[in-house]
């Protein structure tokens, strides 16, 4: 068998053509823009990247985007205080705060400043806890944009074995508590876990966020499977991720890296900011339709 290769790049730009338009509506409805801030402490040039392809996005959406810039030697009341004047500010209806923050600030901290409401990384405990407890929240982007490729290829989960491998609070946690609440059976896979392989081949559905290159074996993996690549890692041979590229042999379906779930986030972004600001100013935005 080979498996289907999963477009996330066709899929993210099908989202974010979606949300432009819902973005145009809004726009006609509120008489202002969605907007979205993106703050970025320091010269990390990787954060660098994603903060300008945040903000080129953010505008072809049809949104304002508000680009904050602070020195590697801001300090954490500095940032709080931006951050509390993006709270206040109403044409601002998603914060993004990019991750990683340099040493000397407590990510937790400025992670919990910002309004729920705006949070559109869906990092605050709040929203968190909503997602866990099944009341509606701001969803963290990568694995929401993980659930929406699933649920293109089965538009029902219910009842299927799944595998989690990573516990992270960005994409392990949640993307488990999203399984669960479409009805699948979840595994959470770690560091500590014993057998992981065989945990792996009971799954129908396996979503690996490691960060480790080529990971997942082909021999781990029940055939016909559908496979979710989260991974990112920098090789000297390129861009690769968590599954060894061998597994297309043995699954039914795959997200290929690149091209798979990482155009996702940011188009699952664009969405969150939409949604933030349909609920903030009381316009409807059809959330089943993006
Ligand atoms: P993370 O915070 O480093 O978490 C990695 C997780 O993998 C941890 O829960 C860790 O377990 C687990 N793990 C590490 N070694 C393991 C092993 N040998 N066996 C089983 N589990 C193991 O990483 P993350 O932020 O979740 O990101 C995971 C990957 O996704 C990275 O490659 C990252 O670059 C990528 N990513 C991609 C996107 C995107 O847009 N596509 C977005 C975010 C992240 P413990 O908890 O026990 O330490």
């Given at each position: 068998m080979?498996a289907t ?6 899929f993210a730009a099908?989202?974010?053509a ?20 993106v703050?970025?402490v320091g010269e990390?040039a990787?954060?660098a ?12 959406a049809g949104m304002?985007?508000?680009e ?13 205080a931006?951050v509390?004047r ?9 914060i ?9 600030i407590?990510?937790?901290?400025v992670i919990?400043?910002i ?7 869906g990092?605050h405990?709040?929203n ?9 929240a701001?969803v963290?982007?990568?694995p929401?944009?993980?659930l929406?490729?699933l649920?293109d ?24 508590q999203l399984?669960?609440?479409e009805?699948c ?14 945990h792996?081949r009971r799954?129908?559905i396996v979503v ?9 074996k ?8 559908t496979v979710?690549?989260?991974?990112i890692?920098?090789?000297e041979?390129?861009l690769?991720?968590?599954?060894d ?6 699954a039914?379906?795959?997200t290929?890296?690149p ?7 940011i188009?699952?972004?664009l969405r969150?900011?939409?949604?933030a600001a349909g609920?903030?100013a009381g316009?409807t935005v059809?959330?089943g339709?993006l």
């Amino acid at each position: 068998m080979t498996a289907t290769i999963i477009d996330g790049k066709a899929f993210a730009a099908g989202l974010r053509a979606r949300v432009g338009d819902a973005a145009a509506a809004f726009t006609r409805a509120a008489g202002r823009r969605p907007g979205l801030a993106v703050v970025l402490v320091g010269e990390d040039a990787a954060s660098a990247v994603y903060v300008r392809s945040k903000g080129k996005a953010t505008v072809a959406a049809g949104m304002e985007s508000f680009e904050h810039r602070l020195p590697a030697d801001t300090d954490e009341a500095a940032l709080l205080a931006l951050v509390e004047r993006l709270n206040a500010d109403d044409a601002v209806d998603g914060i993004l705060v990019q991750l990683p923050l340099p040493p000397h600030i407590d990510e937790r901290a400025v992670i919990a400043r910002i309004d729920p409401a705006k949070d559109v990384d869906g990092f605050h405990p709040v929203n968190a806890g909503r997602l866990a407890t099944g009341l509606d929240a701001l969803v963290p982007c990568t694995p929401l944009g993980c659930l929406m490729l699933l649920k293109d290829l089965h538009p029902s989960l219910s009842g299927m074995e799944a595998i989690v491998i990573g516990r992270s609070n960005i994409v392990g946690k949640p993307m488990g508590q999203l399984l669960l609440g479409e009805s699948c059976t979840v595994t959470t896979a770690h560091s500590r876990t014993r057998d992981i392989a065989a945990h792996v081949r009971r799954a129908d559905i396996v979503v690996a966020a490691v960060g480790i290159p080529a990971f997942v074996k082909p021999d781990w993996v029940k055939p016909g499977a559908t496979v979710i690549d989260v991974g990112i890692n920098r090789t000297e041979t390129g861009l690769v991720g968590d599954v060894d590229p061998a597994v297309a042999a043995v699954a039914g379906a795959m997200t290929p890296v690149p091209g798979g779930v990482g155009p996702m986030t940011i188009a699952v972004l664009l969405r969150n900011t939409l949604v933030a600001a349909g609920r903030r100013a009381g316009v409807t935005v059809d959330e089943g339709a993006l």
